[in-house]
């Protein structure tokens, strides 16, 4: 198969975690306007944040993000640095609160990382933990043992690594905080189950270095006055992410990825394009007679990262080699579990899951 006919730019397929693909369409106008931005005489990296450009572009990038989601005014949007990882930290230094405890789902990888760290903070009750299954499958809402005042109750929406995905947002009451770094944006979501939602963007979003969080305004009420500053919720709201220079070509970026969204039909069409995408690598395993096995357990199984295995290691490793040779980029499960795993984030075509679940069948049908 010859990748370079279907993408544009001698482009691969590919299938990264994270950072990962982006739009075409964005790629093309960052280039084109790198140089000059919008007429300013310089390139968005170049200019001053505090100057009417740069401010207009994260007014524009905010009230598009408003838009796509549905957020309501009551919520503040703010982009931050230091990715996922540092609101692990920040959230508990900012609402764990000291004879308090907060509840954590644990579904994968980054839910454990995110309570090690608000372990060093206070204290923090497991409610749901899939390890005696490999962490293989989201709970059910009857599965959750809710603490009874829990400072929050915080999940992670996707594990990215076990490509173990919610599916839903939460279905009861509560003050609910979700990791969303690698499905933001992959399908509509109700704000108002939410007391904060934060993501890293470089899955869905636009390049490393920014993150989103998205947060209740009175949530910033419980903010402890003696925060450090670049640490406080806060701070950073009652400056509007300008409280030191902000990740400004990042920003931009994301702001020209929600345009392309809501060019592109919203969250309801993006749902459905994605739900499309992931069946058809779905379906090759499925229907490959046990010569792939997913990991995810069907009901739990992620749309953004589709993780599976073939009978050895060595046959996935195989499978990772000989896929590369044919433009299939970046299939190599994480180290932690093995096998492989295909994200396909938003800017993923469906060309491209096609095209590697023709070379599923093939390479089953010459090493099965
Ligand atoms: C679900 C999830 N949470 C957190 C992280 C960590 O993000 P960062 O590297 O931006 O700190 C990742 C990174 O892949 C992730 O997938």
Redesign the pocket.
């Known amino acids: 198969m010859n990748v370079a006919q279907i993408l544009p730019y001698d482009r691969t397929f590919n299938f990264s975690?994270?950072p990962s693909c982006l739009p075409v369409e964005v790629l093309e106008q960052a280039r084109d306007e790198m140089v000059n931005f919008r007429g300013s005489g310089m390139s968005i990296m170049e200019m001053s944040h505090r100057g009417k450009v740069f401010e207009s572009v994260l007014e524009e990038a905010i009230a598009d993000l408003r838009q796509l989601i549905g957020i309501p005014d009551h919520f503040k949007i703010l982009f931050l640095q230091g990715?996922?990882?540092?609101q692990f930290s920040m959230l508990a230094m900012n609402f764990l609160e000291e004879h308090r405890s907060a509840d954590y789902v644990l579904t994968g990888t980054?839910g454990k990382?995110a309570i090690e760290a608000a372990s060093l903070v206070g204290k923090t009750n497991v409610i749901f933990d899939s390890k005696s299954t490999n962490y293989d499958h989201a709970p059910r809402p009857s599965q959750m043992n809710y603490s009874e005042n829990p400072c929050y109750i915080h999940f992670?929406s996707?594990?990215?690594i076990q490509g173990v995905d919610f599916l839903k947002d939460p279905q009861v009451h509560g003050t609910f905080v979700c990791?969303m770094?690698?499905n933001i944006l992959s399908r509509p979501v109700n704000m108002e189950n939410y007391a904060m939602i934060y993501a890293?963007a470089?899955?869905n979003m636009g390049p490393?270095g920014v993150?989103l969080v998205i947060l209740r305004e009175d949530m910033l009420e419980r903010v402890p006055r003696d925060m450090h500053p670049m640490l406080s919720y806060r701070v950073h709201a009652e400056n509007d992410s300008m409280y030191n220079t902000p990740p400004t070509w990042g920003i931009y970026v994301c702001g020209l990825v929600y345009k392309w969204l809501l060019k592109t039909g919203g969250l309801e069409k993006r749902l459905e394009l994605n739900q499309d995408k992931a069946q058809v690598l779905y379906d090759a395993i499925d229907q490959s007679d046990g010569f792939y096995t997913g990991h995810a357990k069907k009901g739990s199984r992620s749309l953004m990262n589709i993780t599976f295995r073939l009978r050895t290691e060595e046959m996935s490793d195989q499978f990772v080699k000989e896929a590369k040779k044919e433009g299939f980029d970046g299939l190599k499960g994480h180290r932690s579990v093995g096998g492989c795993r295909a994200s396909v984030y938003n800017a993923f075509p469906k060309a491209g899951c096609e095209a590697l679940a023709e070379f599923m069948r093939h390479f089953a049908a010459r090493n099965g």
């Open positions: 975690a994270g990715g996922a990882s540092l980054w990382k992670t996707n594990e990215t990791d770094s690698s890293g470089q899955k490393a993150t």
